[in-house]
């Protein structure tokens, strides 16, 4: 439905050279929700940020950041009026002191919220006229976070955000981002600290050798995600379990494992009827959901 | 904001191109209050003193690399400091960010042309105890800054193509001298006096009397404008190459 998502992509690929970073993603982000978008070091999440900023171009495919196309320069600058975004690298210019970057920064967008970039200040402690060349890691990513929460955006875009900060500093970023979001900020964030997510977010988006391999809400994972494992007296048969609500199917000696993503109870009751001893269903948390599905990809690239 | 960050980029190599041109042009405003006439030329007008100091020589190659450097800079130099996404990220397009870029540095171009036309004539009686017209000094400064914008045009250029600090710099040393070898080597192209910047800046096809050094023919207009138009081209060009870029 048009309108109600934030980002929207249609077959969005990133090529390099022989490598697909981004592999025909059709990725979809509601308003006023807070996205994980998880996946490995080298997954393409950066390339795919890149690609929805207008910082690179799709190789082909189309999407749309705020209704607005991302491949027209004209409205992908339009759409950034209204999308804060901190890049995976947290650099502002180091020539700059931190008042001068904050300035420099408020000049652009009609949005910014002077209470909240006083009140960040206060809670980041940064030294207003020190150079931004001369901050920690840690201080620098702070002013990035500075930069882009201190606004009342419609859309923020974080890459890895916590990277470089210590616990209570995350601690405050995800309450902070918590806050954006209550206030009808959506909320995109790109992480591979699945404890993060899992704490904050209501949906999440993973991806893989840049395909989307995920896309679900943290509330359908809790609710409907089921690791059942099937324990069989002789050799499990040769069943093909792959179906509606599997995830991923893993037969080690007489166990099989079934990943279910939903249709738990029907698929339980097919165990039963193919003579199953035992059988154990468990939760799944975002942990082993992701871990599964990194896992099952790699065996396939394998193969 | 835009302009203060351009300007925040580029005036270390401001400061430094107007430091050499300052210290070229009141080093000879200096060394002319003992040294000046030389003795074996008594006879020396003071304005063809300063054409061999300023307005001749090697000098002109040297303001045409300065000028290139003031080129460097932009969004590929970014790369390697990681400001690239936080630029990209504003809500401004990519001719917009080259524009204030381009803006400033001719700008610079223009004061760094001018410079001798602002220092000689008026610091001339202090330092040198003699005269120089204002006029002729701002004659050589047209020459200067209509060569000078090519030159930043083709210094935006290779900062559009090369990321490396290194490389950019080692090009603009590089491309001049390369371009005046081309230029004294070829006899088609030396029948145009504009293509070749060293003489074309030193006045050498406006000037009759080669004691006193003074331009006395009618400055080329129509050069002018199709330099200004090869200068707008180059940067329309790095404008272009920008704009597809991935970064």
Known sequence: MMGSYVIETQDLTKRYRNFEAVRSLNLRVGAGRITGFLGRNGAGKSSTIKMLLGISRPSSGNGTLLGRSIDNAAQCCESRRHVAYV???????GYMTVAQMIAFTRSFYADWNVDMERRLLKQFALP????????????????????????????????????????????????????????????????????????????????????????????QIRQDYRRITFGFATEPPRVDFAGEGIGSVRTDGRQVTVMATRNADTIIERGQRLGAASIDTNPVSLRELFLDIVKEESRDALV | MLWYKAWRESRVRFLLSISVWTVLCV??????????????RPDLPYSAWVWANIYGNMNTTVFIILVMILGLGGLRR??????????????????????????????????????????????????????????????????????????????????????????????????????????????????????????????????????????????????????????????????????????
């Open chain 1, 128 to 219: 207003l006229h020190r150079k931004v060349r001369v901050l920690s890691k840690g201080m620098r990513t702070k002013l990035a976070l500075l930069l882009a929460l201190a606004r009342r955006s419609r859309l923020l875009i974080l890459d890895e955000p916590s990277e470089g900060l210590d616990p209570v500093s995350i601690e405050e970023l995800l309450q902070a981002l918590v806050a954006a979001a209550a206030e009808g900020t959506a909320v995109f964030f790109s992480s591979h600290q699945i404890a993060e997510v899992e704490r904050v977010a209501d949906h999440v988006c993973i991806i893989d050798r840049g395909c989307l391999v995920a896309d679900a809400s943290l509330d």
């Open chain 1, 87 to 93: 890049a995976e690298d947290k650099q502002t210019y």
């Open chain 2, 78 to 247: 970014e790369g390697p400091v990681g400001t690239t996404s936080f630029t990209l990220s504003l809500p401004v397009t990519r001719n917009r960010l080259l524009g204030v870029r381009a803006t400033t540095g001719l700008l610079q171009v223009i004061l760094l042309s001018f410079l001798p036309a602002m220092l000689i004539p008026t610091l001339s009686p202090l330092l040198a105890r003699q005269n120089y017209s204002e006029s002729q000094a701002l004659q050589f400064g047209l020459l200067f800054m209509a060569w000078g914008v090519v030159a930043f045009g083709v210094g935006f250029l290779w900062s559009s193509l090369f990321a490396g600090e290194f490389t950019g710099t080692a090009l603009c040393v590089i491309s001049p001298l390369v371009y005046r070898i081309l230029i004294s080597s070829s006899s088609a192209l030396q029948r145009y006096p504009a293509f070749n910047y060293a003489n074309f800046m030193s006045g050498l096809p406006y000037i009759q009397s080669p004691v006193k050094v003074l331009i006395d023919r009618t400055l080329p207009w129509a050069t002018f404008l199709i330099l200004a138009a090869v200068s707008t081209s180059l940067i329309a060009l790095s404008a272009r190459v920008t704009r597809q870029q991935d970064f």
């Open chain 2, 27 to 40: 080093s000879l405003m200096y060394r002319a209050r003992t040294g000046f006439p030389p003795p074996e």
